[in-house]
């Protein structure tokens, strides 16, 4: 009785185990591309509605992306930052919020962007960590926040139409620390 998962004859040989074949899509029985390299760049983006669930969902799915491609140590920075900026989307404007993450070996971006074109204040000079709010302060931490915890940080203004809804984008970026070239020891460490 023969099957189609009989390997008992093959004419070049028995045929190779099923985990040694290439993944097939299931909705189109193709197999899957390769992966992507660590150090191939690369981008994913979310877009969700006004909706208190969607921060969460934003956190969710960063995570799940930055665990599929090996970027276990950005987790929790990224998160957090995410986490504060889809928040304000959802919080302080009326339409959907988009999060977009970015890879450019060692640099992880995470841009959100919402519809309202009000950027938040930054106070004391530019470039300045901005001022730490009262103990008993509801909010105002976010930027500061942003400030102590991303590598660098911004955001822009987006005009309305013909270049598209209009908003603004606020940014952070990561770095992956990356070993010195060749094994040697960086200066600091060199004795």
Same mark, same amino acid.
């Given at each position: ?8 004859? #093959? ?44 921060? +969460? ?10 665990? =599929? #491609? &090996?970027? #276990? ?8 930052? /995410? ?6 989307? @959802?919080?302080? /404007?009326?339409?959907? =919020?988009? @999060? ?6 060692? @640099?992880?971006?995470? $841009?959100?962007?919402?519809? $309202? ?6 106070? &004391?000079?530019?470039? =300045? ?9 509801? +909010?105002?931490? +976010?930027?500061?926040?942003? &400030?102590? @915890? =991303?590598?660098?940080? +911004? %955001? ?7 270049? &598209?809804? %209009?908003?603004? /984008? ?22």
């Amino acid at each position: 009785m023969s099957t189609e998962h009989d390997r008992s004859h #093959h004419p070049t040989g028995p045929p190779a185990p099923d985990y040694l074949l290439p993944a097939l899509d299931p909705l189109t029985g193709l197999p899957d591309p390769p992966p992507l390299s660590f150090t191939a760049p690369w981008h994913y983006e979310l877009r969700f509605p006004c909706d208190p669930r969607g921060p +969460g969902i934003a956190r969710l799915t960063l995570r799940a992306v930055l665990d =599929a #491609h &090996g970027l #276990h140590e950005l987790n929790d920075r990224a998160e957090l930052l /995410t986490s504060e900026l889809a928040t304000n989307s @959802v919080r302080h /404007t009326k339409g959907p =919020a988009s @999060v977009r993450l970015q890879w450019l070996h060692p @640099v992880l971006r995470v $841009s959100v962007w919402d519809m $309202s074109p009000d950027l938040p204040t930054l106070p &004391g000079p530019l470039g =300045a960590l901005p001022a730490s709010p009262g103990a008993h302060a509801v +909010g105002g931490r +976010g930027l500061l926040i942003l &400030g102590m @915890v =991303a590598d660098r940080w +911004g %955001g822009c203004a987006i005009g309305g139409e013909p270049m &598209g809804p %209009g908003g603004k /984008t606020l940014w952070f970026e990561l770095n992956l620390p990356v070993p010195p070239p060749n094994g040697t020891l960086a200066p600091a460490l060199v004795a």
